[in-house]
């Protein structure tokens, strides 16, 4: 079955120690996205790609950056965590093609804790 | 810049009782709107979607939303919910690559 699969599952690092996240994806969508979730919160986008273009928001530390080597993978480097950023870390992809919008379907999450 | 808002934080409902969750956008132009549903510890999952058409969506699991443009709403709504369906339901509106998410209503099923 095409999917957006994240590796880990579960990550435990330590505060200030470097750490990356892994998506990849067999739907071949050229569109792909970075989300934090904290506990009870609405997902919130960090950056995405189109297809090699990066796209940060504006409110995203510059702590956090992406790489995308190519089509189906995606990683999310955080370049020193702190206790603040422990949360659920979702990616998702989507299709996209000049004028429409289509949605994106997310993996199951990396469940990062900093300790 | 479009927003969601799902006016109610914790529903609870009995088993096999109709529902109704509520999102409200704010969105200039012709809004896209999604909901998805997130299970404890997953990612999530879209249960429907409108674009144009019919007002009236038809999703999984028995899902339904009606959207009115009006007031601005998209309604979720089921006619009797299992205990499987309790978990965390988000409202999305989206803009190009830009979706922006409501803040969620968690669903507790009594049995």
């Known amino acids: 079955d095409a999917m957006v699969i994240q590796n880990p599952r579960y990550q435990v690092t330590q505060f200030g120690k470097p750490v990356t996240l892994s998506c990849s994806q067999t739907l071949n969508h050229n569109v792909m996205y970075w989300y934090q979730q904290k506990s009870s919160q609405a997902p919130k986008l960090l950056f995405h790609?189109?297809?090699?273009?990066?796209?940060n928001e504006a409110d995203t530390p510059d702590n956090f950056q992406s790489r995308r080597p190519n089509t189906s993978f995606c990683f999310l480097d955080i370049r020193s965590p702190g206790l603040g950023d422990a949360a659920m870390y979702l990616c998702?992809?989507?299709?996209?093609?000049?004028?429409?919008?289509?949605?994106?379907?997310f993996g199951p999450g990396t469940r990062l804790t900093v300790t | 810049a479009q927003s969601v808002t799902q006016p109610d934080i914790h529903i609870t409902v009995s088993e096999g009782a109709s529902l109704e969750l509520r999102c409200n956008y704010s969105y200039g132009a012709t809004p896209y709107l999604f909901w998805y549903v997130q299970s404890p510890g997953q990612g999530l999952q879209l249960l429907l979607k409108y674009f144009s058409g019919d007002t009236l969506v038809q999703g999984i699991k028995g899902f339904e939303a009606e959207f009115k443009r009006s007031q601005s709403s998209f309604n979720l709504r089921k006619p009797s919910v299992h205990w499987s369906d309790a978990a965390e339901y988000f409202c999305a509106v989206a803009n190009n690559n830009d979706m922006r998410f409501g803040a969620g209503t968690r669903l507790t099923v009594k049995p």
């Open positions: 998702a992809t989507s299709r996209d093609r000049a004028g429409q919008i289509y949605e994106q379907y």
């Open positions: 790609y189109y297809d090699k273009d990066f796209n």
